[in-house]
């Protein structure tokens, strides 16, 4: 069962339309983008690159809070490269994403950057809100 929010922090408003085949917007104008199914080789972005570009973000945060409690920081060009699949579960019924973050933390020992990676997948919200639902895999570059 979803825990209830105990105290809101943020709350993100958009409105779409359309869509893959159409747009979305922040109701603050910070976010305005045209959609487009992925593959069509039209403008715009699609779903699986705006999650991905988010889970990226929000783990980066969330490194950066376990670097806190380990006493390590996190260096200037702490990188992630994401890669969100869409495809295919259940002999081809249903459609399901993929996940794969390869995290860049140059200039730490091994140690360090597991340590790191491990906390922040233990308290990313995106990592907490699709675990055991999506497939996740962190490669420590």
């Known amino acids: 069962m979803a825990k209830q929010l105990e105290q809101v922090l943020y709350t993100a408003h958009t409105h779409t339309t359309s869509g893959r085949d159409g747009a979305g917007r922040s109701s603050d104008g910070a976010l305005d983008v045209q959609l487009s199914p992925p593959g069509s080789g039209r403008p715009g972005t699609n779903p699986e690159q705006l999650f991905a570009v988010g889970y990226s973000a929000c783990f980066m945060g969330a490194m950066r809070r376990a670097g806190a409690t380990h006493g390590i920081a996190i260096p200037q060009d702490v990188a992630i490269d994401a890669s969100v699949s869409l495809g295919k579960v259940d002999n081809g019924e249903h459609f399901a994403l993929g996940v794969v973050l ?38 420590i570059a």
């Open 102 to 139: 390869a995290v860049s933390l140059p200039g730490l020992e091994e140690e360090q950057k597991r340590l790191l990676v491990e906390g922040a997948h233990g308290m990313c919200p995106y990592s907490r809100a699709i675990r055991d639902n999506v497939d996740v895999r962190i490669e």
